[in-house]
């Protein structure tokens, strides 16, 4: 692919955005610049707008960085082109505002689907959000030609609090698109094979349109070429195994997962795309895979750092821990000093469900918990959920456990905080008080 044919892509669907304001407004929500009409399924908040443009993976020598440049040098410098350019291209700057139709329909999501629940991402209107993954731009970024590509970017999904979950995290994936040719071509008497076959059948191992042969030698080229680069980021003795899995845009799928410090740990889901998707994206001629990876699971696991939240820290402390001067440098952080949890629980009466909708969800008290405590909130865990005997009334009692990354808390400071959560949980939740 020439050199002027990336640059009319890079032209025509990368967003080149400067960082501009992000406000909650009481009938629209500008994000980046952009205005959005506000309706009934707004829901994000001022903090998660708050972090729309941080943009960690593109901030130099922070360490969610160094994984994506570690991950870019090795697919540069091991896949090159007969031309000698690198085979994959990599886009790291798209807008996270996506539509809902690209989030999920252009990934044949189907409608009613568990993962499109407004209790689960943060929708800027009915037909606007932050996108949950980086594959919301899969479709664009083939319809664009492409048939090799790596793309990184900040996701947005409502979750449970913990040292390793936080609303905002960091994805990155990759596509690989073959012809008939380019598939077939080093095996013997390939010119009589092909990709596609008609009156076939789906089955756990393939599509209904595909060859069996096709698609086998598309998942061995999936299955090396991942393994060759987690052996790059761990080490060749690193024990690695595969097991299937689903998703509603590869079939079949799989996830990878590696032993480390004696366990084993999913570190990325992948597998054959569906056919349907590279039909509708301009693409019905190949086959292709895909898979995708979380940078903060690598990063904490390849430089031993123990809670999410440091991803976000401004201390000093943290970053100059990774200011070296070449990326493949091993790391392995020193923690900050460890400032004692303060734990307090809440507890409450659950408002009545209404016919045909939830009154109540878990990520609502997470994302309340979150807006008022902000960082100084490491873990939030459902410790009792009773039904009462004779009235059925649902009651839930919750442990929040308090810890800044950066000094000691006093639980003067604490109790304030959480008499606010207290209060807010009654007025915006419809919970009765327990305490």
Known sequence: MCFFFFVFVKASILCVFHAGRSVIGQNSVEVLGQSYPRDDFTNVTPKILAMVGRNLHNQSHHPLWLIKERIKAHFYSAYIRRSGTPLFSVYDNLNPVVTVEQNFDSLLIPPGHPSRKRGDNYYLNRTMMLRAHTSAHQSELVKSGLDAFLLAGDVYRRDEIDTSHYPVFHQMEGVRLFSNHELFSKVQNGEELSLFECGGQRTPQKQETH??????????????????????????????????????????????????????????????????????????????????????????????????????????????????????????????????????????????????????TENDFYELVRSIGGEMVEKVSLVDDFIHPKTRRRSQCYCIIYRHMERTLTQQEVRFIHKQIERAAETELGVQGRY
């Open 211 to 360: 060859t069996l042969e096709a698609v086998k030698l598309v998942e061995f080229d999936l299955k090396d070429t991942l393994t060759r680069l987690i052996t790059h980021l761990f080490g060749e003795d690193l024990e690695i195994r595969w097991s299937d899995c689903y998703f509603p845009f590869t079939h079949p799928s799989f996830e990878m997962e590696v032993r480390f410090q004696g366990n084993w740990m999913e570190v990325l889901g992948c597998g054959v795309m569906e056919q349907e998707l590279l039909n509708s994206a301009g693409a019905g001629n190949k086959l292709g895979w895909a898979f995708g990876l979380g940078l903060e699971r690598l990063a904490m696991v390849l430089y031993s750092i123990p809670d999410i939240r440091l991803f976000w820290s401004q201390d000093e402390r943290f970053f100059k821990q990774f200011r070296v001067q070449d990326i493949h440098q091993p790391i392995c952080f020193q923690p900050l000093s460890k400032f004692p949890p303060l734990h307090n629980d809440i507890s409450f009466w659950l408002p009545e469900s209404r016919e045909g909708q939830e009154s109540f």
